[in-house]
């Protein structure tokens, strides 16, 4: 695997990339008070409905509180190597960003947990109401990128030409971010969207191999 030959800009998808599977979907499970989840998620797998409505119903079908929420998210641990990647993109000069479908206060209070802060994040917005009812938005939604809630691949753009873009995803949601990408690492439904278009990736488990590039850079 070749190295860059300039301090890339990196960018990470969060669930299932950062964390051992998906948490979105496991907080959606543990928290929704049925199973309508279940409908909306099989509508979007089949494209009867965009990312953005799925999510929007499932989130708002959820009851719980903040305090419970961000409690459940205090013990939620990250891939150990993420700590190393983003200690090398600070000692590089590197940007290193966030990229994702889930939610800002989610991905905050994980991170922090895990003792990391001030990392960009680009991802969907939520609000917490009056009977543990919470409200998505979606600042960075495209019509044209129907699969996901969040346009990943905008995130990527000013970079472009500029310095050597690094994504690492896992799902249906990073593939335009990851056709945008120079090096991509990949997984799961990700590896299976790039393998059908004959695109060049670099499977992973874990982030350790990605840490092992940075580190060759």
């Known amino acids: 695997m070749c190295a ?3 301090k890339p800009a990196l960018f990470f998808d969060f ?3 950062i964390t051992d599977g998906d948490l979105l979907d496991s907080l959606i499970e543990a928290y929704s008070p049925n ?3 279940r409908d909306w998620e099989q509508a979007w797998a089949e494209g009867r409905i965009v990312a953005r409505e799925c999510l929007r119903l499932q989130v708002e079908n959820l009851r719980v509180s903040r305090e419970t929420l961000l409690e459940h998210l205090s013990r939620v641990r990250i891939d150990p ?13 590197a940007p290193l960003s966030i990229v994702s479908d889930s939610f800002v206060p989610l991905i905050e209070q994980v991170l922090r947990s895990n003792g990391i802060e001030d990392v960009p994040i680009f991802a969907n917005e939520l609000e917490f109401g009056a009977g543990g009812r919470l409200t998505p938005r ?14 990943k691949a905008r995130h990527l753009a000013p970079y472009r030409g500029r310095r050597t873009i690094v994504f690492a995803g896992d799902g249906h949601s990073d593939l335009d971010a990851a056709l945008s990408a120079d090096v991509v690492f990949a997984k799961a439904a990700l590896a299976e969207d790039l393998g059908a278009r004959g695109a060049r990736f670099h499977r992973f488990a874990t982030l350790t191999p990605v840490l092992s590039f940075l580190d060759a850079a």
């Open 4 to 6: 860059p030959p300039h």
């Open 15 to 17: 669930d299932n990339t």
């Open 35 to 37: 199973e309508a989840w």
């Open 81 to 93: 190597a993420f700590a190393g990647i983003v200690a090398w993109a600070r000692r590089n000069d």
């Open 138 to 151: 979606f600042p960075f939604h495209d019509p044209a990128v129907p699969r996901s809630a969040n346009a």
